[in-house]
T-cell receptor, first 116, second 114 residues
Framework: GESVGLHLPTLSVQEGDNSIINCAYS??????FIWYKQESGKGPQFIID?????DKRQGQRVTVLLNKTVKHLSLQIAATQPGDSAVYFC???????????????FGQGTILTVHP | EAQVTQNPRYLITVTGKKLTVTCSQN?????MSWYRQDPGLGLRQIYY???????DKGDVPEGYKVSRKEKRNFPLILESPSPNQTSLYFC?????????????FGDGTRLSIL
């Protein structure tokens, strides 16, 4: 979920387990959502996205679920590997009125640690 | 290789000394954007550009300028840097398309303003 203050939420899992990372987004008018992975010393890397007219989308080992009723987004990672260890961010776009095409609002991130 | 390239990667400078961080992308993306990342505040958008000669403010534009004279380049300019602009900066780009295009990020520029 979202963090408060300087301490990011953390999730520790064993290699091979499934991971679920949650995100509560802020704007009910948001129409597009993205999950990013950020490794130390690197920029955010795109994982998967979903539009607001969908409630589920699957990629390779990842699934994003969108619950617009409660403004909740989750990222599921199957068979988590040590290389999945990183900070994961959700981002939402509110383009109501078509004036904010590029305006992404990011969550503060969740630290995922995968133990061998 | 498709990428967003930022330079410099690290810079330590002093208050008031103008600096420019360059950003270049080789994917023919129309859209480019600058973010800053601070502990506890996450990624915040500074400026973005929908295409050449089209720029707009993000959430935290104060103290920054940008220009988009060419499609591939989107420099971030700090005319008179101050210590509160010490941060990690990311440039990103994407196609405009139907509006649902993920942004691709550079590897960041760490600025320290003394």
């Amino acid at each position: 979920g979202e963090s408060v203050g300087l301490h990011l939420p953390t999730l520790s899992v064993q290699e091979g387990d499934n991971s679920i990372i949650n995100c509560a987004y802020s704007n009910s008018a948001s129409d597009y959502f993205i999950w990013y992975k950020q490794e130390s010393g690197k920029g955010p890397q795109f994982i998967i996205d979903i539009r607001s007219n969908m409630d589920k989308r699957q990629g390779q080992r990842v699934t994003v679920l969108l619950n617009k009723t409660v403004k909740h987004l989750s990222l599921q990672i199957a068979a988590t590997q040590p290389g999945d260890s990183a900070v994961y961010f959700c981002a939402e776009r509110n383009n109501a009125g078509g004036t904010s095409y590029g305006k992404l609002t990011f969550g503060q991130g969740t630290i995922l640690t995968v133990h061998p | 290789e498709a990428q967003v390239t930022q330079n410099p990667r690290y810079l330590i400078t002093v208050t008031g000394k103008k600096l420019t961080v360059t950003c270049s992308q080789n994917m023919n993306h129309e859209y480019m954007s600058w973010y800053r990342q601070d502990p506890g505040l996450g990624l915040r958008q500074i400026y973005y550009s929908m295409n050449v000669e089209v720029t707009d403010k993000g959430d935290v534009p104060e103290g920054y300028k940008v220009s988009r004279k060419e499609k591939r380049n989107f420099p971030l300019i700090l005319e008179s840097p101050s210590p509160n602009q010490t941060s990690l900066y990311f440039c990103a780009s994407s196609f405009v398309g139907n509006g649902n295009q993920p942004q691709h990020f550079g590897d960041g520029t760490r600025l320290s303003i003394l």
